[in-house]
């Protein structure tokens, strides 16, 4: 990993850090949060921290705003909330740094909400991912590896920040992005993640050899979908969906879009749940407005 700060296991100054305790809508979180300082005194880029276990940060990533639940076979009544935040997720593991999706475009801040609609979804950006990670320590170049839950636009935005990155990717995905899915808004981006570093891989990913942060197989929103699962050492083990659910109803009343009832969604979900149960773990619905408003936020994170 060349070219690339290396602080994970070593000994960095200057940043302080508080143990934090929040509640989340499944029970108690065992989180870390760094200490508040005056903004005047921070500096542009944060150290990076010291790794000794491995850590997610839950990312702003933007938010959909959207108003046609019935695409998702659920009626505007069964919604809680038709709009969709977007997150992305950093995960920093003793040997490197993953960053899992990377959101709607740093460049669509301050930018009105129906200026660049796609399919009906506005877009709106309030934090850039990259001020994001700033703030946590990192860099675009200490980004070990990069992987999308699939590459749909909410997901893919600002892969072109990432350019020293190995991109972890099936090649099922790979294919259906640049055959299938060549449109307009994602060529370019596609482009240039296509001269990253590269790991293509069939089945399930096991990023870091030791069974702690795993890409789990989940086709049918799209052929290479993939969501994350990771075992926290306090909080226990995660699964992060991806698009294998929106809304938390298509999960309690078990609907889907019709397109993904014979794409395989339902042997995916099915498959998930199982995992699920197996594993003891929690699952984080990344577009569900319920898990956004009860989750630790970065710099905050999960251990």
Not at 8 to 17: A, D, F, Q, R, V
Not at 95 to 120: C, H, M, Q, W
Not at 182 to 199: G, I, W, Y
Not at 213 to 239: A, C, E, M
């Amino acid at each position: 990993m060349k070219n690339k700060r290396i602080a994970i296991g070593k000994k960095t100054l200057g940043l302080g850090l508080c143990m934090a305790v929040a509640l989340c809508g499944a029970g108690w979180v065992n989180a870390q949060t760094p200490s508040s300082s005056p903004a005047q005194h921070r500096p542009a880029m944060a150290p990076l921290p010291i790794v000794k276990t491995l850590r997610v940060y839950v990312l702003d990533c933007g938010q959909l705003i959207y108003n046609h639940p019935e695409s998702y076979n659920l009626t505007r009544e069964e919604v809680v909330d038709t709009n969709m935040p977007v997150t992305c997720y950093l995960v920093m593991h003793p040997k490197g740094v993953l960053l899992f999706d990377t959101g709607l475009s740093d460049r669509l801040i301050g930018r009105p909400v129906y200026e660049n609609a796609i399919d009906g979804y506005g877009q709106i950006v309030t934090k850039t991912l990259l001020s994001q990670l700033a703030d946590i320590g990192v860099a675009p170049t200490d980004i070990n590896y990069l992987a999308l839950s699939h590459s749909h636009f909410d997901h893919v935005g600002n892969i072109s920040e990432f350019p020293t990155a190995t991109w972890l990717t099936s090649k099922a995905e790979q294919d259906f992005m640049f055959t299938a899915q060549a449109t307009p808004e994602n060529a370019a981006s596609f482009a240039s993640l296509k001269q990253n570093p590269q790991q293509l891989f069939k089945g399930d990913h096991d990023v870091f050899g030791d069974g702690s942060v795993i890409l789990k197989q989940t086709p049918g929103h799209t052929p290479g979908h993939q969501s994350l699962y990771v075992k926290l050492k306090q909080y226990g083990g995660v699964l992060i969906s991806g698009d294998l659910y929106h809304y938390p109803e298509e999960r309690t009343k078990n609907r889907m879009p019709d397109k993904e009832k014979h794409a395989g969604t339902p042997e995916s979900r099915q498959a998930m749940e199982d995992f699920l149960k197996q594993t003891h773990s929690q699952l984080w619905i990344g577009h569900s407005t319920e898990f956004v408003r009860n989750a630790l936020k970065s710099p905050a994170w999960y251990e």
